[in-house]
């Protein structure tokens, strides 16, 4: 049975330019790129060509870029090393309830250590309102963050307006990207972001790499200490082939981004219907159009998310639900109950992330064999017998 993969939101296949890229940096072209002699240079040219292509890719300038383990890392690194820098002139944090948890458990160590978050709610469709950023900005404010685009239900939220309060009020703004980034244009000079954080295993490159875009002048603290890498802002050895690889998933992406746009979008829209056609009592979950053109999140009501899932995969179809299984309970996920949606629909329901390789006759084949699961799980549901 051919797999059929929708679960490009949660990682994508390392195109093969890329390992082919990264492959003479195992092997001949191994050195380490602080050694002066030429096989060490030879790995920092790489490096560095790597970087161009990244900042080229999100309209950044080279040494604006610094390369980290991954989006978390750079997540992590943008909240605290700005908070612990700016904390002589203020403790509080603006974010929502929707960020990844790479943000959200950032904010909760940093209340643990006397700074204020404020949370802001968002509304059904995901999108926070810039208003209530505005609202929500003290004298004590150093810090908004909000992401560009949310995994899990794929709403874009309103950057360019938020980038301008931010630079308005002389407050540093960060965005996680980790899901936009070679999907749809990015441009730190278009949303006035000072911090914008990504990572290469969601646009066709390796696992383990990702990169924090810092403004030049952002005043940040470094939280890896150790030999000066990355102009002291990130010690240690870089992962060479990974930022090799990062950097061609960059200018693939460039070369692509367009094509991708063009053509997820007509085919996300043509699967949405398809769902809406065939199963009865299905609802969309994020934004109706401002949302990323490879994302398609539905609850289905009266089938549990991960039986689903479950099922799915038995037909070599991968998805993903937006209820992760933690301990022995189902938890729905918090970006769904803050998007007001009532337990029992954030249990059921289902992300599908479209792919460069996507094809009409793979998502015809969901098409077909997903409202047969639905009709089977209903037969067994203990949610729906409660209700009759
Ligand atoms: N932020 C968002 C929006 C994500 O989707 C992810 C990954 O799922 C991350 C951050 C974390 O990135 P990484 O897996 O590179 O640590």
Request: charged share 20%.
């Amino acid at each position: 049975m051919k797999r059929i993969y929708l679960d490009h939101a949660a990682t994508t296949p390392t195109h093969p330019e890329v390992v082919e890229a990264m492959f003479p940096y195992f092997s001949d072209a191994f050195g380490n790129p602080s050694n002066p002699y030429s096989l060490g240079q030879e790995a920092k040219a790489a490096v560095e060509e790597a970087r161009d292509k990244i900042a080229h890719l999100i309209g950044a300038q080279s040494e604006e870029i610094i390369f980290t383990s991954g989006g978390t890392e750079a997540i992590n690194f943008a909240i605290k090393g700005v908070a612990y820098a700016s904390q002589h002139k203020g403790n509080h944090i603006i974010t929502t309830s929707i960020e990844h948890h790479a943000v959200l458990e950032s904010c909760k160590f940093l209340e643990r250590q006397g700074f204020k978050v404020t949370y802001l709610p968002v509304d059904k469709s995901g999108l926070v309102d810039p208003e209530e950023i505005k609202k929500a900005i003290t004298n004590k404010t150093i810090l908004i963050s909000v992401m560009h685009a949310n995994n899990e239900v794929g709403t874009i939220e309103p950057i360019v307006e938020i980038g301008k309060i931010a630079k308005e009020k002389e407050i540093y703004f960060h965005t996680d990207a980790v899901q936009t980034v070679g999907h749809i244009p990015v441009n730190v000079n278009e949303f006035e972001v000072d911090l914008l954080a990504m990572s290469a295993h969601k646009l066709y490159g390796p696992k383990g790499i990702g990169a924090l875009y810092v403004r030049q002048g952002t005043r940040i603290t470094p939280f890896m200490h150790g030999g000066g890498q990355e102009r002291g802002r990130r010690a240690s050895t870089e992962n060479v082939p990974a930022i090799v690889g990062f950097g061609t998933a960059a200018e693939i992406a460039q070369r692509e981004i367009g094509r991708e746009v063009e053509s997820l979008i007509p085919l996300r829209d043509k699967f949405i219907q398809g769902l809406f056609e065939r199963i009865a009592q299905i609802h969309l979950n994020g934004h109706p159009w401002q949302r990323l053109p490879n994302n398609v999140n539905v609850s289905i009501e009266f089938v549990e998310g991960e039986s689903l899932l479950i099922s799915l995969d038995l037909e070599g179809i991968v998805a993903s639900s937006g209820s992760a299984c933690s301990s022995d309970a189902l938890e729905p996920s918090h970006v769904l109950l803050a998007l007001g949606l009532p337990g029992e629909l954030a249990r059921g329901s289902l992300r599908f992330s479209l792919g460069r390789g996507t094809t009409e006759e793979e998502l015809d084949r969901v098409l077909e064999v997903l409202p047969r699961i639905v009709t089977r799980l209903r037969s067994i549901s203990p949610l729906l017998k409660s209700k009759t």
